[in-house]
């Protein structure tokens, strides 16, 4: 069994930072992709970016929103994530999840923003952004 861990969450007041933290213990397996997705009440669980893996070689991917904001990091072969968040905005606020992708796809770019992609999930770490 595999299990993911995020942390870092928390209040931040707008304009500021925080950084959030995702590993996965258990069953080892090897991770093509990790991501970040966000869901805030009342709202379906969006993407906000991946790290996934060319050889050892990295390739990121971003949600619009959150472009130029936000830089998702990892190390290769260790099944870790993490997100920088900066210049945070309320409507930042939500759950962030992290997830993993134990399967390769051909379109990567796509198949990797999208939930239904990774297998494995953790529980999820509460950012609210307010002052």
């Known amino acids: 069994q595999v299990q993911v861990e995020e942390s870092g969450g928390g209040l931040v007041q707008p304009g500021g930072s925080l950084r959030l933290s995702c590993a996965t213990s258990?069953?080892?397996?090897?991770?093509?992709?990790m991501a970040w997705f966000r869901q805030a009440p009342g709202k379906e669980r969006e993407f906000v970016a991946h790290i996934r893996w060319s050889g050892s070689n990295p390739i990121y991917a971003y949600a619009d929103s959150v472009k130029g904001r936000f830089t998702i990091s990892g190390d290769y072969g260790q099944n870790t994530a993490y997100l920088q968040m900066g210049s945070l905005k309320p409507e930042d606020t939500a759950a962030y999840y992290c997830a993993a992708a134990s399967r390769r796809y051909a379109s990567a770019s796509y198949y990797y923003t999208q939930a239904s992609t990774f297998d494995y999930w953790g529980q999820g770490t509460q950012v609210t952004v307010s002052s």
């Open positions: 258990g069953r080892t397996f090897r991770s093509y992709a």
